[in-house]
């Protein structure tokens, strides 16, 4: 008997310096990012920075390819993550629009008809002009904007970013012509152009402009400042961008980043990538980018990412309700 004693213990010890068993499923092809925005955007973005990470640190055996798919103001993206039913070799990064183009274009979508995966970050929108503009407070430009009706540019129609602008107008009773662009990128060269007045763009989308003195930063659509010090223009850092709130514009706005896979995939399969996403945010290149991004960290899975969206998508509903979308 103490002889087969021994035996457990030194099976279970050999067992502990073995090799992690191999997943129950791992991908046999390239799995594609579906972005349903254009190149250059927030979204765009983080599935590069992803798909580099990914690829650094060998924590997939199959590379991950990006495909953007912009049209009918990212519908075409849902959709084709849509079609996808079971396949598990798509991957569909989003944000709000996962709500907000199927309630205002009554496309035949729900996130309910995907797998929802990972939840890896929340992002901010910022009140950007351009840096040569007259106004460089929040009361300044929308003293401006009640004057002579100022243009707006954004992503998409009835999206987010039309969404933040009705709120603004419902909150100071500004009026904006809110112009409609394929990306965050766009939008922000739109501005630096001076073909449009301001735009909300998240920070990744105009931080380039904003290091460069081109776009000034008013405030950011937060219940509290961004939480990164680090100074990225020469003067200011994330952090240093006030609330609008507290300028007197009481307004807030955080998007979800989210991952998906089609919908009528295993649970191993979900299960598979909820490991890579782990993994991602563990690596320094991954927090390099949140603070980079000012994106703040939120990973979340299983039930309580199912629980979030839920939350979310009440909120949106009642949003557009309000904007007369």
Not at 3 to 22: F, G, Q
Not at 99 to 125: C, G, H, Q
């Amino acid at each position: 008997m103490e002889t087969s004693k021994a035996r457990s213990v030194i099976a279970l010890a050999m067992a502990a310096l073995m090799p992690a068993a191999a997943w129950a499923w791992e991908p046999t092809k390239p799995v594609e990012i579906i972005v349903p925005f254009s190149a250059g955007g927030a979204s765009d973005q983080m599935a590069r920075t992803i798909q580099g990470i990914v690829a650094k640190h060998e924590l997939m055996k199959q590379p991950l390819i990006v495909v953007n798919k912009a049209g009918a103001s990212g519908a075409e993206g849902l959709m084709d993550a849509k079609s996808a039913s079971g396949d598990p070799h798509k991957l569909l990064v989003a944000s709000s629009a996962l709500y907000t183009v199927p309630l205002i274009s009554k496309l035949p979508f729900n996130w309910r008809d995907l797998s929802p995966v990972a939840m890896v970050a929340v992002d901010e929108f910022i009140l950007w002009v351009n840096a040569k503009a007259p106004y460089q407070t929040v009361d300044q430009f929308i003293a401006a904007a009640k004057a002579n009706k100022l243009k707006m540019g954004g992503t998409s129609s009835k999206r987010e970013d039309q969404m933040i602008t009705a709120m603004v107008e419902h909150a100071t009773g500004a009026k904006f012509i809110y112009v409609p662009y394929k990306g965050g990128g766009e939008a922000a060269t739109q501005l630096s152009g001076n073909h449009i007045d301001a735009n909300v763009n998240n920070p990744a989308e105009s931080v380039a402009q904003w290091r460069a003195g081109e776009h000034r930063a008013l405030c950011v659509f937060a219940e509290q400042r961004l939480a990164y010090t680090h100074k990225v223009t020469d003067t200011q850092s994330w952090a240093d961008i006030p609330t609008c709130k507290e300028k007197g514009l009481d307004v807030h706005y955080e998007m979800l980043r989210i991952f998906l896979l089609p919908g009528k995939v295993a649970p191993d399969q979900v299960a598979y990538y909820t490991d890579v996403f782990k993994k991602i945010s563990e690596t320094p290149e991954w927090k390099q980018y949140l603070e980079r991004s000012a994106l703040k960290p939120e990973l979340l899975t299983g039930t309580a990412l199912n629980q979030y969206l839920e939350k979310d998508e009440a909120m949106h509903k009642d949003i557009i309700k309000s904007a007369g979308f």
